[in-house]
């Protein structure tokens, strides 16, 4: 099967400015993204997709094939489902490839479980699915939970009185670490444009994370929380290796 791994790094951003491009560990953010997506092996051809030049001249000094996005596809409305589809017309004009399937990997996620992107593809392989997504579960972030504020009341969203967290019923956020298309359901994008997820399809899976093993940046906070995990990770291999 052949698959389109495409990286996905929009210049700019309503949260943390710059969030592709800024250091951690000595590195740029989305350069992990970068070698997730090498040592993936279900990726048959990967490119990056950007409208900053600093992104795009980063994946050119690693030998990473690039796709400028046009105006109209870097902008805060624009969808994941039209970047993609511009990913893989451009892809499948300049090449002999054809894509199976497409995988988009947001940028600014330096921390991924591993294996996480093949078990995504593999599940979309064996299934014939339309669309793998990765899920992490909310835990004590469970709607359950939670209220809207009105003036300075609190209005629980659910009624009802669980206390335990064990008593809620499981349920599971995207996590942002991978998203698996099959071509068909990819497709089915240029026939409703107006529905940013119509190429997740009908039939959608998910492969599991546990909580924290994905760390997406959007916050000084999140640097920081990937700067704790990879240090540590560092320190346990240095162990490891004494």
């Known amino acids: 099967m052949n698959v389109l791994g495409v990286i996905l790094a929009r210049a700019g951003s309503e949260g943390l400015r710059g969030k592709h491009l800024r250091s951690l560990r000595g590195r740029p953010v989305i350069s992990y993204t970068f070698d997730h997506a090498r040592s993936a092996a279900s990726l048959t051809h990967v490119v990056v997709s950007s409208d900053c030049p600093h992104v795009l001249n980063l994946a050119a000094e690693v030998d990473l094939p690039t796709i400028r996005r046009p105006p109209t596809l870097a902008t805060a409305e624009a969808s994941v489902q039209a970047v993609l589809l511009q990913a893989l017309q451009t892809v499948e004009a300049d090449a002999m490839f054809r894509a199976d399937a497409?995988?988009?990997?947001?940028?600014?996620?330096?921390i991924r479980p591993d294996g996480i992107i093949d078990r995504a593809v593999k599940l979309l392989s064996e299934t014939g699915c339309d669309s793998v997504r990765s899920f992490c579960p909310v835990g004590k972030w469970h709607p359950a939970w939670m209220s809207r504020i009105e003036g300075d009341r609190a209005i629980p969203l659910q009624a009802g009185s669980i206390h335990r967290r064990q008593d809620l019923t499981a349920l599971y956020l995207h996590d942002g670490a991978v998203v698996a298309v099959s071509r068909?359901?990819?497709?089915?994008?240029?026939e409703r444009p107006d529905d940013p997820h119509a190429f997740f399809g009908e039939d959608r899976?998910?492969?599991?994370?546990?909580?924290?093993?994905?760390?997406?940046?959007?916050?000084?906070?999140?640097?920081?929380?990937?700067?704790?995990?990879?240090?540590?990770?560092?320190?346990?291999r240095m162990r490891m290796a004494s």
């Open 102 to 110: 497409v995988v988009a990997l947001y940028g600014n996620v330096p």
């Open 184 to 190: 068909g359901s990819m497709l089915r994008g240029l």
């Open 205 to 236: 899976r998910a492969v599991l994370c546990g909580a924290g093993e994905t760390v997406e940046i959007d916050t000084e906070l999140d640097l920081l929380l990937a700067e704790t995990i990879l240090r540590q990770r560092s320190a346990g």
